[in-house]
């Protein structure tokens, strides 16, 4: 074995006898305590709020693509609102493409239950028979809307809360108003409806408002004069869609606005991710703090083993294996209190999302636009929480390891 990993070997045996010492003082030891729950705690912290916002950010996500289309192409001109066969085919044929579907969105109120004023609605046109729920597939296999017949009224499908709202449950008939166009003035026309189910998204925004029905109905009642409808996408490669949306620029041509669900949303998610990055460095404040204690450990430990750091540095340990003997130390301390501020975080937070303990009520779910939230754990923050922790912490022990690596001996040896 070389003279150098003998070295080694040696600062670290010594680091570890420091650390499991058995003369140490209660000095010593409560300091050492108080930097292992300061860096837990501080740890413990990070994890939970970088979970809280991958998880804020991975359902907020989810529940926007279960209302809308990964895709989505917006026809330009009259004429646009109908694609060929062949153009159908063609889109079909492209990678990741799982269904292409027309709808249409209008503006209203739906009256019914309790409610006699209504309340404002955006209204969600479908072809008939088709599943009624978002291109995400959030509503139930037997949430399907119908054409309207002789003997009875044409079927709607509405938000959760919003037949809570109303006090509307399935077979249950309500009035439905959307506004539209006639002879360039705008005007309302009334429909009664029947309810054919509910839907249930997670995202605040769709079951307050969202009502699903006959594209045709919707058609007929916001009037021929308002050129409407657009055509929804869906993927089974979210990460694609950029790509997908270039080709089908390129197959369509400049008569259709194409946009995919990053650039629809991408104020939205930068901001997030924003927030998500100064949270992190608010919050290490709390382990920079922490840090410190493992500091003031050290002090105590270099107070205590002065005649020790004599006699190594009498037998020939040199400044630099002193200096990293008690980077060790500290790297020690701040190891253990992070790997219990991991487990600390993590447990956390699972039991949060495992039985929802963070949820919002109906106005405060309006505003973060889902009604309970859960957690996301991921590999990638907890490598930047542990690089932070262990950066911070040899930095702040620098300063107590260089003082003792630069103790005469003779000075140390003669400490009391």
């Not at 140490?24 to 939970?48: E, K, P, Q, W």
């Not at 609605?121 to 119908?146: D, I």
């Not at 204690?293 to 040199?318: K, P, Q, W, Y």
Request: aromatic share 8%; hydrophobic share 50%.
């Amino acid at each position: 074995m070389t003279a150098g990993g003998s070295r080694r070997r040696l600062v670290w045996a010594i680091a570890w006898r420091f650390l499991r010492g058995r003369q140490r003082s209660r000095l010593l030891d409560g300091t050492a305590r108080a930097a292992l729950v300061a860096t837990a705690l501080g740890v413990a912290a990070m994890v939970i709020a970088m979970a809280l916002m991958s998880g804020y950010r991975r359902d907020l996500r989810q529940k926007l693509l279960g209302g809308n289309a990964a895709v989505i192409v917006y026809p330009l001109a009259p004429e646009a609102f109908r694609l060929d066969p062949e153009v159908r085919r063609r889109i079909a044929a492209l990678p990741g493409v799982v269904e292409l579907r027309r709808v249409a969105y209008g503006q209203g109120t739906l009256a019914g239950g309790g409610v006699a004023e209504g309340v404002d609605v955006t209204v969600r046109g479908v072809p008939p028979g088709e599943e009624a729920g978002p291109p995400g597939r959030l509503a139930p296999p037997s949430a399907r809307v119908a054409a309207a017949t002789s003997d009875r009224p044409p079927e709607v499908v509405v938000g959760e809360e919003l037949a809570h709202r109303l006090g509307l449950a399935p077979g249950d008939t309500a009035r439905l108003m959307v506004l539209g166009l006639e002879a360039g003035r705008p005007r309302f026309r009334y429909r009664g409806v029947r309810v054919a189910g509910t839907l249930a998204t997670g995202l605040s925004e769709f079951d307050r408002r969202l009502v699903l029905a006959d594209l045709a109905l919707l058609q007929g009642l916001a009037g021929k004069e308002v050129g409407f409808g657009l055509f929804e996408l869906v993927t089974s490669d979210l990460a694609g869609t950029a790509g997908l949306a270039a080709a089908l620029r390129e197959l369509l041509g400049p008569d259709y606005l194409i946009r995919d669900w990053r650039e629809l949303n991408a104020e939205l998610f930068a901001a997030l991710e924003l927030q998500q990055i100064a949270l992190f460095f608010v919050l290490g404040l709390i382990v920079l703090v922490s840090t410190f204690n493992v500091a003031s450990t050290l002090v105590v430990l270099v107070r205590e083993r002065m005649r020790h750091i004599g006699v190594l540095a009498a037998l020939g340990l040199g400044p630099r294996q002193l200096r990293g003997v008690f980077l060790l130390f500290g790297g020690f301390v701040s190891l253990v209190g992070t790997v219990a501020g991991l487990a600390l975080g993590t447990l956390a937070a699972w039991l949060l999302t495992r039985y929802e303990l963070i949820r919002f009520g109906p106005e405060v779910a309006e505003v973060y636009f889902l009604s309970s939230v859960s957690f996301q754990v991921r590999w990638l923050d907890l490598a930047a929480i542990v690089g932070f922790t262990l950066t911070v912490t040899a930095l702040a022990c620098w300063l107590p390891a260089r003082r003792a690596a630069t103790v005469r001996p003779a000075a140390a040896l003669r400490y009391e």
